[in-house]
């Protein structure tokens, strides 16, 4: 079975502090996908990063970067320089690399970010 | 311009009735999905399409039924609403490759459904 943990429920920071939000995966599966998403508290589900298992370079795009660790089963997200608009609920989530597609994402409780003036 | 769109953003009803949410996406893909999100914010599958083909369902009650009368689109019923059905619900698509797999899902913007 597939698992996502994300175990900071909320987190509270003053912009321009760097956070790092914390995701932690279980799979059996060799070939598998992790996403990140945001909500923001308008509701709609942003998408802001896919990364495939075999691909463990981390990324940084802008103040965003991700950190992929298969040894630890991590994928971490860290925003530099945060700012009041990266308020907003953060989602990690897998899903299996099956020939065919239409996985099912697997999504962690979420972290809420809230970053004050 | 609106890549996947769900009608309506809100829908408030009484217990027991019939309601259906309606999703479209101009993305050109073929699968599409339904998700539920609970009070606590918790994300989960309840179905998906794959050319008008269901190809997950994901032990939800009968009462909900899925029709996908062509690619573009999914729209989702519900009989007999109860109040533990109040929940966002949001549609997704992503386009099938046929290789590995764990294509991007992109998500509508939601369908917050109160049942009183």
């Known amino acids: 079975a597939q698992k996502v943990t994300q175990a900071q429920t909320e987190i509270s920071v003053v912009e321009k502090e760097d956070v790092t939000l914390d995701c932690v995966y279980e799979?059996?599966?060799?070939?598998?996908?992790l996403f990140w998403y945001k909500q923001p508290p308008s509701g709609e589900l942003v998408f802001l990063i896919r990364r495939n298992s075999f691909d463990e370079q981390n990324e940084i795009s802008g103040r965003y970067s991700w950190n992929f660790q298969k040894s630890t089963s991590s994928f971490n997200f860290t925003i530099t320089a945060s700012q009041v608009v990266d308020s907003a609920v953060y989602f990690c989530a897998l899903s299996r690399g099956t020939q065919g597609g239409s996985e099912k994402l697997v999504f962690g409780k979420g972290t809420k970010l809230t970053v004050n003036p | 311009d609106t890549a996947v769109s769900q009608t309506p953003k809100y829908l408030v009803t009484q217990m027991g009735n019939d309601k259906s949410i309606k999703c479209e996406q101009n993305?050109?893909?073929?699968?599409m999905y339904w998700y539920k999100q609970d009070s606590k914010k918790f994300l989960k599958i309840m179905f998906s399409?794959?050319?008008?083909?269901?190809?997950i369902n994901e032990t939800v009650p009968n009462r909900f039924s899925p029709k996908s009368p062509d690619k573009a689109h999914l729209n989702l019923h519900i009989n007999s609403l109860e109040l533990g059905d109040s929940a966002v619900y949001f549609c997704?698509?992503?386009?099938?490759?046929?290789?590995?797999?764990?294509?991007?899902?992109?998500f509508g913007p939601g369908t917050r459904l109160t049942v009183l």
């Open positions: 997704a698509s992503s386009q099938t490759t046929g290789l590995a797999g764990g294509e991007t899902q992109y």
């Open positions: 399409y794959n050319n008008k083909e269901l190809i």
């Open positions: 993305l050109g893909h073929d699968t």
């Open positions: 799979t059996r599966d060799t070939t598998y996908y």
